[in-house]
């Protein structure tokens, strides 16, 4: 029986795609920040569905909690207590407004949640992957400056992890909340094809997608937000104008649905490097920002982010670093500026 390990798989989108996996027989992890609504929902999908449920404690803002669930995660392998992986979802993640916040690391609680952290459990789970599985990113369409997702939300800037990870520290102006989600969305994209490029290096079989959920205002998403900005996004006339101005909207059923397919439907076995999107009822392969395929930034981004996270050696899967021909270990540089792009390269 297949097992996948789902961040963020207790709520939201990500509880709709763990009812719709366990409905399937697929056994789960379950890894979040709140031990007592993992447990609710493993016994739910326990008694309804008789699947094997494990649950583990993970903050994806801290370095420190993504390697301790790792560990946990590879002493149940190793003790014959869980399964290799069918697939790896990295679908935790937030938008965080009013004044900066900063992880446990010290590093913008943005770009620490949605990028560093799964980051970081890529790179630790890999070995445990099957070896025909998948790692799926949950990425947003607001990446895109050149789409009205993204002109709503804020254009990205550059994907430069250094400065996103230090960003409004040492007096320098902090990027607005909506651009620091966009940006780190953005990065995210740039993950799941620079894996891929990578894993493809390497002669590997699993495939690294990217995922567009679309806007699907009734999941906590905005739960930051005041009541009155909450209630007008959820409402009917809200989704109607979104949709009539372009901005792609779904369902949680729907992008949840979506996002299972992703992780184990045959049809999405060898469509490495690719991006999907969920929007009124269908899932398409889309193109993404054109910034996103750009594999120096993307190189570059993969590099900092693993001086970051303080990627040690002996962590690195060791088939990539064998036979992918990846660079060494970048020299310390100096930050870069964040100047912003609008879809051209620069």
Known sequence: MATVFITGGHSGIGLECSRQLAARGVDLVLAGRSPQRMQAVAEELRTVHDIDVVTVELDTSSLASVRTAAATYGSLIERGAAAPLQALICNAGGRFDGK???????????????????????????????????????????????????????????????????????????????????????????????????????????????????????????????????????????????????????????????????????????????????????LRRRQSSKVSYDEERARTLWNDSKRLVGLRSEEEPAHLRRRSGIEPEPQKNNVLSGDEFTGRMM
């Open 100 to 282: 900066e916040k900063y992880s446990p690391d010290g590093y913008e609680l943005t770009f620490a949640t949605n990028c560093l952290g799964h980051f970081l459990l890529v790179e630790l789970l890999l070995p445990a992957i099957s070896a025909d599985g998948r790692v799926v990113f949950t990425a947003s369409g607001t990446h895109d400056p050149d789409t009205m997702d993204g002109k709503l939300v804020g254009a990205a800037v550059e994907p430069r992890a250094v400065e996103l990870a230090n960003d409004g520290l040492s007096g320098a102006k902090p990027l607005p909340a909506g651009k620091r989600y966009s940006t780190s969305k953005l990065c995210t994209v740039m993950y799941a094809y620079e894996l891929a490029r990578r894993l493809d290096r390497a002669g590997s079989a699993i495939a690294s997608l990217a995922y567009d959920p679309g806007s699907v205002p009734e999941t906590g998403f905005l739960r930051n937000m005041p009541k009155a900005v909450q209630w007008l996004a959820a409402s009917s006339l809200m989704q109607s104008i979104s949709t009539y101005i372009g901005v792609t909207t779904s369902t949680v059923a729907f992008s949840g649905a979506a996002l299972a397919d992703l992780a184990v439907d045959k049809r999405y076995a060898t469509v490495s490097g690719k991006y999907f999107q969920a929007r009124e009822g269908k």
